[in-house]
């Protein structure tokens, strides 16, 4: 590999990195939303604003990390599969530590809920990174 060449693959690799973080924050700050305060100013029980906020970051989420992100052409169906899956997944081990968290540790719900959104956030990185887009042009995967 070139100097040239690993100056590209690095400059790309940084900004898909890049865009994924930002449509991190961006479905993170709208899923707080509908979890924080639905939750601090109404009293709406956590665990359905945890729903409720999940459910707009997955929707943001794909149609994003789809376009934006890995920049992907394959069929919508066929991707929303294992980004489907991936949620999932990141979404049980969500549920886990915000319960184990909650309930049992007895650590303040909202604490509770960051805890939650770190596990989550992982899963879905790797996830998508490595299943979902795989044959997306990302740096991985070139195709």
């Known amino acids: 590999m070139t100097n040239s060449n690993a100056y ?3 400059k790309k690799l940084l900004l898909e990195f890049g ?3 930002l449509v991190g924050v961006i479905r993170t700050i709208l899923g707080v939303i509908f979890i924080f305060i639905p939750y601090n100013l109404w009293g709406v029980n956590y665990i359905l604003c945890n729903v409720a906020g999940y ?7 794909f149609i994003l990390h789809k376009n934006w992100v890995f920049k992907s052409k394959g069929d919508w169906n066929k991707e929303a599969i294992p980004y489907f899956v991936t949620f999932g997944i990141g ?6 530590l915000l319960i184990l ?6 650590l303040n719900k909202n604490i509770s809920q960051i805890i939650a959104i770190c596990g989550f956030s992982t899963t879905n990185y790797l996830g998508n990174k490595f299943w979902t887009f795989r ?3 990302n740096f991985f995967h070139k195709k």
């Open 8 to 10: 590209y693959t690095i």
């Open 19 to 21: 865009r994924f973080g």
């Open 55 to 61: 459910s707009i970051g997955f929707v943001t989420g």
């Open 91 to 96: 979404y049980i081990i969500n549920m886990i």
């Open 101 to 106: 968290c909650a309930e049992k540790l007895m």
């Open 135 to 137: 044959n997306s042009s």
